[in-house]
């Protein structure tokens, strides 16, 4: 608790966002912002450089677009499931790219999200994601807010 005056720090979840639109990871970001428990501390373009931001910036969750030039977002998820296990990831796509959602169910994501999603639903998948985290829960199904 607060005792009279001193600030109280909340504990932020660190998040790595990964899309080629520069536009999306923009408005992302600034959708975010309204979140005092989550903190973007970096951007990539596409799935190689994102694993070379969560070696350099380790963040607790990435959400990953699932349809990128080069390195897609499933391979990335795979890679980096194998390099850093701790880190979450949510799946980003486009509602009409049900192929992309299974390769990335298949790569080990934790939660998937439709592009298009409200700062509250995505913030609440990240929140998921951080949890199951904290339970060391790989046992269990990701959700699938796109169904």
């Known amino acids: 608790m607060e005792a009279m005056g001193a600030n109280v720090k909340v504990a932020r979840t660190r998040v790595l966002l990964v899309d ?37 910036l380790q963040p607790d969750v990435v959400l990953m677009d699932c349809q990128m030039p080069g390195m897609d977002g499933a391979e990335a998820t795979r890679l980096l499931r ?9 799946a980003l796509s486009l509602g009409a790219e049900p192929d992309c959602f299974e390769r990335m169910l298949d790569a080990g994501v934790d939660e998937i999200l439709v592009k298009g999603s409200g700062p509250d639903e995505i913030g609440q998948a990240i929140r998921r994601a951080t949890e199951k985290s904290s339970r060391a829960s790989r046992e269990t199904e990701p959700e699938r807010a796109w169904r």
Request: hydrophobic share 35%; glycine share 8%.
């Open 82 to 90: 194998q390099r850093f296990p701790g880190v979450r990831v949510v």
């Open 20 to 56: 080629d639109n520069a536009t999306f990871r923009n408005t992302t970001r600034v959708l975010l912002l309204t979140s005092e428990d989550i903190e973007v501390v970096g951007e990539a373009g596409d799935g190689e450089r994102s694993l070379e931001e969560v070696e350099r």
